[in-house]
């Protein structure tokens, strides 16, 4: 729309005060991408039954275009070099939560002994249920995503991704997988299950990408 | 690649009230290309000097209606965008949205059924798209079938605190007597009228069996509302043995932590 729309007698919550965490509104609003609003709370959002696999029979593995796939069983996994990650959560159905406080390893972490064929470029993340995401390699590299286990200082709620989860900070939240139980490296990208049906590929959340074609 | 899906202005051609908390706004809009039933649009707000908020509202109304759409949206008490439309919306007042969007949690008619819908609350606005989709769909197979074929079986669950805040009370209980295989069931979680002999508590898994018995275990399932209620319907229709890829669905309402 070329001109500026403006909704009759729309003024908006303008909060004045900082929030409970003491953040102040010019921080709250710097820190909000187009079109998102803050809450406290921790929404779910997923398209289906929340599936619940044991620990015993959960196990993370990294395949397709590796030297060597690997694999960590659940105690393998949680023995690995974690760290604790503060990071601003926005969710496609408009929710952005501060500040959230999680636990997990760095993709880079797993994929420090993994020798990835010179062809690598993208990697699909899967998931107990089918669910899958996308993401090209350079999106997640150097720091850029974990895979989180616990969740404000307890183990990850399965209603929100537990055991395990992938997470993507600077994506919309879809992306950032839950009950991830694999991450296939390729050389092609590879739409995974929003992305096919009409989200944004890449979905970045500051250039506001939801759907496809923004 | 694909289209983007462009913002346009509709026109508020009528408001009604659902209940006295929940409100329908009819939204005039000629560029409107058609949706699925399930599916929803973002609305945006914009003030004088560029603030601006988005929220996003399933589309209650069914695809055969050309030219306009209805949503319909609980006031939440202190709602930034919710108590400015029941507050400020009137008729002749323009909007700017853009959609269908959503591309999974659909049902259309050629998908077939049976067909289990449960809802919370405002929940039932998409699955509401959905009964009204049926029952069109049903209207015209049984116009054009000698042998009256009736519509795809169906079956609504609604969960509600009270009679008084029953979503679409009147028009359900048309759609259940037409006669073409569309019943609801409703559970009043707080309060009953008098002589009340329906469920009255909340949604759990006996009641579920006993609302999918007629229907049978091959089901397509759309579950909306809550989360708690949500996962309730999800994870007990898969202990009732529905095939996890046949339950959809979709969340919103408050969310506990
Ligand atoms: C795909 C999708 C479809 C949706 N469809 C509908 C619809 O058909 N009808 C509809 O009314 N809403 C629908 N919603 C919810 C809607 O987008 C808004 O979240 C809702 O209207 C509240 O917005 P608000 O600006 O009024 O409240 P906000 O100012 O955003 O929130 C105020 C406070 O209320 C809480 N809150 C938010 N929603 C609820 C709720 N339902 N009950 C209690 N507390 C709440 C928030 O956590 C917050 O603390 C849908 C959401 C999604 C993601």
Not at chain 2, 246 to 255: L, S
Request: charged share 25%.
């Amino acid at each position: 729309m070329g001109e500026r729309f403006v909704t009759r007698g729309f003024v908006g919550r303008r909060d004045a005060a900082p929030d409970a965490a003491g953040l102040s509104p010019d921080e709250r609003r710097r820190r909000t991408p187009p079109g998102q609003y803050l809450t406290p709370d921790f929404p779910v959002l997923s398209a289906g039954p929340t599936p619940r696999t044991p620990l015993d029979r959960w196990s993370l593995r990294i395949e397709g275009l590796v030297g060597q796939p690997a694999q960590w069983t659940w105690d393998e996994f949680l023995a690995l070099p974690s760290r604790d990650y503060v990071v601003d959560i926005s969710c496609v159905t408009k929710w952005t939560h501060l500040d959230m406080r999680w636990k997990g390893v760095s993709l880079d972490t797993l994929l420090e002994g993994v020798e990835l064929d010179q062809r690598a470029a993208f990697v699909v993340a899967t998931c107990d249920g089918g669910y899958t995401t996308n993401l090209p390699l350079a999106d997640v590299l150097n720091n850029q995503a974990f895979v989180a286990y616990e969740y404000d200082g307890r183990p990850l709620q399965p209603e929100h991704g537990g055991p395990a989860r992938l997470v993507v900070p600077a994506r919309y939240f879809w992306k950032s997988a839950k009950w991830i139980r694999g991450l296939r490296i390729q050389d092609r990208d590879e739409p995974g299950f929003w992305e096919s049906l009409g989200y944004h590929n890449r979905g970045d959340q500051w250039l506001e990408e939801r759907y496809s074609g923004d | 690649m694909t289209n983007a899906i462009d913002w346009q202005l509709a026109t508020v051609t009528a408001v009604r009230d659902e209940t006295p908390t929940v409100r329908t706004f009819t939204l005039g809009l000629p560029g409107w290309d058609g949706h699925r039933a399930g599916q929803h649009l973002d609305l945006r707000l914009t003030a004088e000097d560029g603030y601006s908020v988005e929220r996003s509202y399933s589309i209650a109304s069914e695809p055969e209606r050309s030219g306009e759409v209805d949503i319909t949206v609980e006031r939440i008490p202190g709602g930034e965008v919710s108590a400015f439309l029941h507050e400020v919306v009137v008729p002749g007042d323009r909007l700017e949205l853009r959609g269908p969007i959503g591309g999974y949690f659909v049902w259309e008619a050629a998908l077939g059924g049976p067909l289990l819908l449960v809802a919370g609350g405002s929940g039932v606005v998409p699955l509401m798209a959905m009964a009204r989709h049926r029952a069109r769909s049903s209207a015209a197979s049984l116009a054009t079938a000698a042998n009256g074929a009736a519509g795809t079986p169906a079956r609504l669950l609604l969960s509600s605190r009270g009679p008084e805040e029953i979503i679409y009370r009147a028009e359900l209980d048309t759609l259940a007597s037409a006669g073409d295989g569309f019943a609801v069931v409703h559970t009043l979680t707080r309060q009953q009228p008098p002589g009340w002999t329906g469920y009255a508590r909340r949604i759990d898994e006996a009641m579920l069996a006993d609302v999918l018995e007629p229907l049978g275990a091959s089901v397509r399932a759309y579950a909306c509302g809550p989360t708690a209620l949500v996962e309730t319907v999800a994870n007990g229709l898969v202990r009732l043995g529905l095939p996890p890829d046949r339950i959809r669905t979709e969340r919103f309402g408050p969310t506990g932590t």
